[in-house]
Every structure is written in C-alpha cells, then in structure tokens.
C-alpha cells in the first residue's frame, strides 16, 4: 500500500554534486522516520543517514559534512544532497520510511534503489 521511488542517481566524476529524492505514494496514514541507505557488491547495506517526522537527523560518520538529508512532509518526499562525491561513495542508494498504514501499523518500506556510480 506504499510505493517509494527513487531517482537521481547517475554516474560523476570525484568532486561533482548529486541530489537524490524519494517519493512516497499510496494508502498510508502517515510517515514517520525516513532514510537512506547504499549497498555495494559484497558489502552489507549500510546506514547513510535517517530523519524523523520532526527533522532530527543523523550521518554515518564517512559522509557527515559532506551529505545533507531533508523531507518535504506536504509532498511526502525525502531528500539526500551529495557534495563532494568520491569514490567510496559508488553503491546503490535505497530510501527507506517507517509508515503508518490505515490500520495503524508501523511497516518498514523500500524502494527499488538508484545507482550512484563516482570514478575518473
């Protein structure tokens, strides 16, 4: 009963700038803390950064100061600012949410990922 999907991945050299967002369509009764996270081949999917409802956010340690997360609650949508893009950042990027259906469930949702490639 919710969809997320994302976009804006692509592939850049080191140094350039992405924005990724995240659009959350459906039935739901509301969205509480959303995320990001990124996976690369032969690695475990990892905590990139999370917002709550209320615009509390946290980063993994290889991208603060780098990455800014943000939300548009009206539209449903969550974002993620990349600067500085290395390397190291090449995975696929996933958004997540915690959302509340009609029935008052707390479910975890996924979207499908969009790759985020960073090479010369």
């Known amino acids: 009963q919710v969809h997320l999907v994302e976009s804006g991945g692509g592939s850049v050299q080191p140094g350039v700038s992405l924005r990724l967002s995240c659009a959350a369509s459906?039935?739901?009764?509301?969205?509480?803390?959303m995320g990001w996270y990124r996976q690369a081949p032969g690695k475990q999917r990892e905590l990139v950064a999370t917002?709550?409802?209320?615009?509390?956010?946290k980063y993994a340690d290889s991208v603060k100061g780098r990455f800014t997360i943000y939300r548009d609650n009206a539209n449903y949508m969550a974002f993620l600012q990349m600067n500085s893009l290395q390397a190291e950042d090449t995975a696929v990027y996933y958004c997540?949410?915690?959302?509340?259906?009609?029935?008052?469930?707390?479910?975890?949702?996924w979207g499908r990922g969009t790759q985020v490639t960073v090479s010369s």
């Open positions: 917002i709550t409802d209320g615009g509390s956010t």
């Open positions: 459906g039935r739901f009764f509301s969205i509480d803390d």
């Open positions: 997540n949410a915690q959302v509340y259906g009609a029935g008052y469930e707390l479910v975890s949702s």
